[in-house]
């Protein structure tokens, strides 16, 4: 009960934060608002609470959400994304690479826990995977909290300058026509509740099924793939915005509950290592987007979110928010994903062992 009633406290907190920040027009305010005050609220009090397993509960909607904006024009388009992908796994790997390498010179840490903490993959999967190879896992985990914290905090008001930059740079006509195909994009159906939870049942039972065979982030593409066969074979269905703020208020206290007062206590030894992450972030972010838009001419916008290293559920909602490719986010955020846990653990190893 206590648990419970904590629980209750936290998203009170989160929708405050959340509400307030999309009030003073905060660039993904819902997220960021509830994610600052979640931060705040823990580091005071210790109380803060969230369900681990609410965390398959938000990957389902945020399935259904891309699921429901997909149609038969849009499989076709996704074969467009094959070499912006190509282009994000290769700038993931040297920059990793790189950055870990930064951090074990210039750090008291080693190699093992430079490369996964700042290997771009979950928090929980990062720290589980690098205690094999004797890494600090505890170390790992906290960076791999910050990298976070620095992604959403510091990343969408710099999106929304550059892409306001952009829009304000284009002709008149340019911008009609920007505006005619954003109007394309969404769903021209009226929405009912009816055609909403058939898709949410295709989508959920789907989602379950990949969650309970053990894939990747199996709830949010499983839903994502069932909420899109659905649509595909009826119609793109529209999502209801307060959902999507709720969605974006509890993922923001998903992640602000992950900052404790231990956490805090070997800041000292981890200053230099944030400031590299910081630093290897954005680097990591506007270099592989610039490329990625200049070899591929995938829209800037849509390649700045694929290539931001937050999680995939948290980047779709957030490029949703800002009016990115959600569908090419999300496909492109997965392969990145399946990626870092397949093939970085055995890469890190190896790097390891050359180095050490």
Same mark, same amino acid.
């Given at each position: 009960m206590t648990d419970f009633l904590f629980f209750l406290v936290t998203l009170v907190v989160a929708a405050a934060g959340g509400l307030l920040a999309l009030k003073l027009k905060v660039p993904a305010g819902a997220m960021v608002g509830s994610m600052i005050f979640v931060v705040a609220f823990n580091l005071i009090t210790e109380k803060g609470f969230f369900y681990s397993d609410l965390r398959t509960v938000l990957q389902i909607f945020g399935g259904v959400m891309i /699921?429901?904006?997909?149609?038969?024009e849009d499989v076709l388009? #996704?074969?467009?994304?094959?070499?912006? &992908?190509?282009?994000?796994?290769?700038?993931?790997? $040297?920059?990793?690479?790189?950055? /870990?390498? #930064? $951090?074990? &010179?210039?750090?008291?840490l080693d190699v093992a826990t430079s490369l996964f903490a700042t290997t771009p993959g979950g928090v929980s999967d990062m720290a589980l995977i690098s205690?094999? #190879? /004797?890494?600090? &896992? /505890?170390?790992v985990a906290i960076l791999q909290v910050f990298r976070l914290l620095i992604i959403f905090v510091f990343c969408p008001p710099i999106f929304k300058k550059i892409m306001n930059k952009n829009y304000s740079n284009l002709s008149k006509q340019a911008v009609e026509e920007i505006d005619a195909e954003q109007q394309k994009k969404k769903p021209s159906a009226a929405f009912e509740w009816?055609?909403?939870g058939l898709l949410f049942l295709c989508a959920a039972i789907v989602g379950v099924i990949f969650w309970q065979i053990g894939v990747t982030a199996g709830a949010m593409i499983g839903a994502m793939l069932g909420g899109a066969a659905f649509t595909i074979f009826t119609h793109k269905v529209p999502f209801p915005r307060k959902m999507q703020i709720g969605m974006q208020i509890c993922s923001g206290a998903f992640i602000g509950i992950q900052m404790k007062k231990e956490n805090l206590a070997h800041i000292d030894v981890l200053i230099v290592p944030i400031l590299i992450m910081i630093v290897? $972030?954005?680097?990591?972010v506007f270099l592989t987007s610039f490329v990625m838009h200049k070899l591929t001419k995938l829209?800037?916008?849509?390649?700045?979110?694929a290539s931001t290293p937050g999680g995939l559920q948290e980047m779709s909602l957030l490029s949703e928010e800002m009016g990115?490719?959600?569908?090419?986010?999300?496909?492109?955020?997965?392969?990145?994903?399946?990626f870092v846990i397949s093939f970085f653990p055995t890469l890190n190893k #190896?790097?390891?062992g050359i180095l050490v």
């Amino acid at each position: 009960m206590t648990d419970f009633l904590f629980f209750l406290v936290t998203l009170v907190v989160a929708a405050a934060g959340g509400l307030l920040a999309l009030k003073l027009k905060v660039p993904a305010g819902a997220m960021v608002g509830s994610m600052i005050f979640v931060v705040a609220f823990n580091l005071i009090t210790e109380k803060g609470f969230f369900y681990s397993d609410l965390r398959t509960v938000l990957q389902i909607f945020g399935g259904v959400m891309i /699921g429901s904006k997909v149609g038969k024009e849009d499989v076709l388009a #996704l074969k467009k994304i094959l070499w912006p &992908t190509v282009v994000l796994v290769v700038g993931m790997v $040297i920059l990793n690479l790189l950055f /870990g390498t #930064l $951090i074990a &010179t210039f750090s008291e840490l080693d190699v093992a826990t430079s490369l996964f903490a700042t290997t771009p993959g979950g928090v929980s999967d990062m720290a589980l995977i690098s205690e094999e #190879l /004797g890494a600090n &896992t /505890g170390y790992v985990a906290i960076l791999q909290v910050f990298r976070l914290l620095i992604i959403f905090v510091f990343c969408p008001p710099i999106f929304k300058k550059i892409m306001n930059k952009n829009y304000s740079n284009l002709s008149k006509q340019a911008v009609e026509e920007i505006d005619a195909e954003q109007q394309k994009k969404k769903p021209s159906a009226a929405f009912e509740w009816k055609h909403f939870g058939l898709l949410f049942l295709c989508a959920a039972i789907v989602g379950v099924i990949f969650w309970q065979i053990g894939v990747t982030a199996g709830a949010m593409i499983g839903a994502m793939l069932g909420g899109a066969a659905f649509t595909i074979f009826t119609h793109k269905v529209p999502f209801p915005r307060k959902m999507q703020i709720g969605m974006q208020i509890c993922s923001g206290a998903f992640i602000g509950i992950q900052m404790k007062k231990e956490n805090l206590a070997h800041i000292d030894v981890l200053i230099v290592p944030i400031l590299i992450m910081i630093v290897g $972030i954005l680097v990591f972010v506007f270099l592989t987007s610039f490329v990625m838009h200049k070899l591929t001419k995938l829209d800037y916008p849509t390649c700045m979110f694929a290539s931001t290293p937050g999680g995939l559920q948290e980047m779709s909602l957030l490029s949703e928010e800002m009016g990115a490719d959600t569908l090419k986010v999300a496909v492109m955020q997965t392969m990145r994903l399946v990626f870092v846990i397949s093939f970085f653990p055995t890469l890190n190893k #190896l790097i390891v062992g050359i180095l050490v």
